[in-house]
Nanobody
Framework: QVQLVESGGDLVQPGGSLRLSCAASGFTFSRVAMSWYRQAPGKERELVATITSSGGSTNYADSVKGRFTISRDNAKNAVYLQMDSLKAEDTAVYYC????????WGQGTQVTVSS
């Protein structure tokens, strides 16, 4: 079955950086476009970034463009999110999933940006 395990979240000061990781299993990872999503308290889950199956193309929400970078390693079945210049409004639980999401979601990883 599909398993997605996110890690790397932490408490960080505004302007800081974090790198999130996602380990995927249970499907042919190299054939699937992957995304990072986030859900802030009291808000709906939103799409943050997407990377194609080959890693050759990426797309970002306007709110993170120029600050976040999505990447993947198909040999390791892993997808990453490098987050720089973090802002308080980036505080959320971050999830990885396919661009067309599987019904099964991981537990997410908490990112808190606060001084």
């Amino acid at each position: 079955q599909v398993q997605l395990v996110e890690s790397g979240g932490d408490l960080v000061q505004p302007g800081g950086s974090l790198r999130l990781s996602c380990a995927a299993s249970g499907f042919t990872f190299s054939r699937v476009a992957m995304s990072w999503y986030r859900q802030a308290p009291g808000k709906e889950r939103e799409l943050v970034a997407t990377i194609t199956s080959s890693g050759g193309s990426t797309n970002y929400a306007d709110s993170v463009k120029g600050r976040f970078t999505i990447s993947r390693d198909n040999a390791k079945n892993a997808v990453y999110l490098q987050m720089d210049s973090l802002k308080a409004e980036d505080t959320a639980v971050y999830y990885c999933n396919a661009r067309a999401p599987f019904s099964s979601w991981g537990q997410g990883t908490q990112v808190t940006v606060s001084s």
